[in-house]
């Protein structure tokens, strides 16, 4: 994981509420333990049609969204199963943050384990976002807010740990072993105490 402590990028907007995992990654797709290559199949049924062509029609697949790392979805975004797969490829499309009013809990665990940021904002925010698809946003980690263009400031609440681990581009046992010297000097000290 590479570290995440500011992003600014224009938003791709998906106005829907309820995306589920399935649509998020369809469970065909769910054959590897890897989490490169997942890129393709990230929204392949909204992005492709039945003989595997581009869909014009589709948002993401319009002229730009490559270049957008901030995803705006509708509320309740990824419900449904637990899949580590659906966020593996939201990340492998580009995507390095995903705003929305509501994150399905699940969802919201897996992402922030593996490096995508979650972020929950206002319904009034995030409506203002869903209406505005492609603007610039600056988000910055070390004191977990969002700047819109107009430089209205909206915080997020982003749990302590995760923040961490983003900020320093590891996940839990990353964190961990990068600690390995301070615990053995700790176990030493509680073995000289006993």
Known sequence: MKPLQKLKSRTLVLDQDNIDTD??????????????GLAKAAFADWRFDADGRLRADCSLN??????C?????????GCGSSREHAVWALEQFGFKAVISARLADIF??????????AIELGRPVVAWLRQHPGVELDICLEDCRVTLPDGASHGFNL??????CL???VDALGY???????????????AGAS
């Open 176 to 190: 961990l072993l990068a600690k390995t010297d301070l615990i053995a000097r700790h176990e030493v000290s509680q």
């Open 108 to 117: 919201r665990a897996n992402a922030l384990k593996n490096g995508l940021l």
């Open 159 to 164: 749990d302590p740990f995760a923040r961490t």
């Open 62 to 67: 319009a002229p730009g969204a490559s270049d």
């Open 167 to 169: 900020m320093e581009g």
């Open 69 to 77: 790392q901030i995803l705006v979805a509708g509320d309740n975004f």
């Open 23 to 36: 649509q998020i990654i369809p469970a065909r797709f769910l054959t590897t333990t890897q989490r490169e």
